[in-house]
């Protein structure tokens, strides 16, 4: 037979052992190459760059049309990051 609990647990008893259940937000930091956010100390899955160099290639299993659009993403999201780094050194 199992057990039984000898005494009643309050609401305050049961929600003080409940208030780690809870959610987190998640800890994203910018992709230093792209500037997608991605989970820290991990290769970013868009461009492939860990630490400033390219770990992985993106590019190998896409085709050629998945390809070109990604690139030129890529090129977008590099030039607002330059000129976003620009705008910043600027006001200071």
Do not use: W
Request: charged content about 35%; aromatic content about 4%.
């Amino acid at each position: 037979m199992g057990g039984v609990p000898k005494r009643h647990k309050t609401k305050s008893k049961v929600g003080m052992r409940r208030s780690h259940l809870k959610l987190e937000k998640k800890n994203l930091v910018a992709c230093s190459h792209c500037g997608n956010l991605i989970l820290p100390h991990r290769v970013c899955p868009y461009c492939g760059y860990y630490r400033g160099k390219m770990v992985i290639d993106v590019f190998a299993k896409l085709t050629k049309k998945e390809r070109k659009l990604k690139e030129k993403e890529l090129k977008e999201s590099s030039k607002s990051k330059e000129s976003s780094k620009s705008s910043r050194q600027e006001q200071s």
